[in-house]
């Protein structure tokens, strides 16, 4: 059981490159989310969606985009990257309502140069 | 928006110490979370547990959710303790989990 999968791992992107963050999950889940985390803030929500078609914004939605066109996979879109996104990515993903465990991925440590 | 803050932000202990981690919220929440991110990198949910006390081996939390805040108890601690311990909450009506900063943990040997 994969559980929440993550790529890539690292990433160096120049300012202004676009690129996409992949997240994809096998169990079913209909609660995915994004995450961003800097040092000493925690992590913060960028988008989430509670099932595919559906997308929200989050506490820090600015410079990213989302899209869920299946259940399995909730993709983050960089379109033009700047020296302030670089942070560390996790996807999450859960099921909804109450008791639900949120499952992490491992990762993407994002660097814009 | 809610504020969600965690004492203390570091802590060292040695092997075999108690030691108790606090969430404080600002309004009411309908689900609470804490997680443990390991010295790799890697998040796993411990409990969930928007009231009431839940226990899982050398760790237990209670929330009072009345008085808005949120207790982790680690009993003697192990190295493996180690990392970052954080609180998150969900106001009711939303999806939108917010993160305190976390509690660094460092338990020596």
């Known amino acids: 059981n994969a559980g929440v999968t993550q790529t890539p791992k690292f990433q160096v992107l120049k300012t202004g490159q676009s690129m996409t963050l992949q997240c994809a999950q096998d169990?079913?889940?209909?609660?995915m989310s994004w995450y961003r985390q800097d040092p000493g803030m925690g992590l913060r929500l960028i988008h989430y969606?509670?099932?595919?078609?559906?997308?929200d914004q989050g506490e820090v939605p600015n410079g990213y985009n989302v899209s869920r066109s299946t259940t399995e996979d909730f993709p983050l879109r960089l379109l033009s990257a700047a020296p302030s996104q670089t942070s560390v990515y996790f996807c999450?993903?859960?099921?909804?309502?109450?008791?639900?465990?949120?499952?992490f991925g491992q990762g993407t440590r994002l660097t814009v140069v | 928006g809610i504020q969600v803050e965690q004492s203390p932000p570091d802590l060292i202990l040695q092997e075999g110490a108690n030691s108790t981690l606090r969430c404080n919220f600002s309004?009411?929440?309908?689900?609470l979370q804490w997680f443990h991110q390991n010295p790799w990198g890697q998040l796993i949910n411990l409990f969930y547990?928007?009231?009431g006390t839940k226990q899982n081996g050398r760790l237990s939390a209670t929330t009072v959710a009345t008085e808005r805040y949120s207790l982790l108890y680690i009993s003697s601690s192990q190295t493996t303790d180690s990392g970052v311990y954080f609180c998150?909450?969900?106001?009711?009506?939303?999806?939108?989990?917010?993160f305190g900063a976390g509690t660094r943990l460092f338990v020596k040997a």
């Open positions: 999450a993903s859960s099921l909804v309502g109450p008791g639900a465990e949120a499952f």
């Open positions: 169990m079913n889940h209909e609660y």
């Open positions: 969606s509670v099932g595919a078609g559906i997308t």
């Open positions: 309004d009411s929440v309908n689900n």
């Open positions: 547990i928007p009231s």
């Open positions: 998150a909450v969900e106001r009711g009506g939303g999806f939108k989990t917010i």
